[in-house]
């Protein structure tokens, strides 16, 4: 099997398993200290490649030229955003991937890094919970009777 076509194969069966619960448009909390967001998905890439070239001054000047012209925002950690829209892409070494937010009640749309806002655990697994146990053939299926005859 090509390196391709295992590539393909584990990200056709992880895509909808990252995805699927984050893009319902349900609030979920910020979860990062540092979390921005720009409405410019192109903005962002450029703030994230300063940030991952080192070129810390520019990204300082990127993000506050950002913030100033509106294109920008900071998030808080806990706050609640509406996840509209997920982008999923393999990494080198990992897969990573951008989220669109909006905070409730406002109409500006943020593109995000994925990892800032929290996931939402899966239905499936909430439904599977542990099955309740039955008896071992040595544990009584019924409490035993209290002794009458004292």
Known sequence: ???HRSVYLLLSTLLPLLTAPLVAETA???V???AFGCKSEQYLSDLVRFAAEKDFER???GLVTGITLEECTLFKKGEEVLVLDTKIFEEPKNLAGLARVRREGEAEEY???IASVKRQKPEAAEDQAAPE???RPSEPSE???EDLGR
């Open 1 to 3: 099997m090509t390196r």
């Open 28 to 30: 979920r909390p910020i």
């Open 32 to 34: 990062s200290e540092h």
């Open 59 to 61: 990204f300082k000047k």
């Open 111 to 113: 593109w995000t890094d």
């Open 133 to 135: 146990r039955s008896p």
């Open 143 to 145: 409490p035993p009777p």
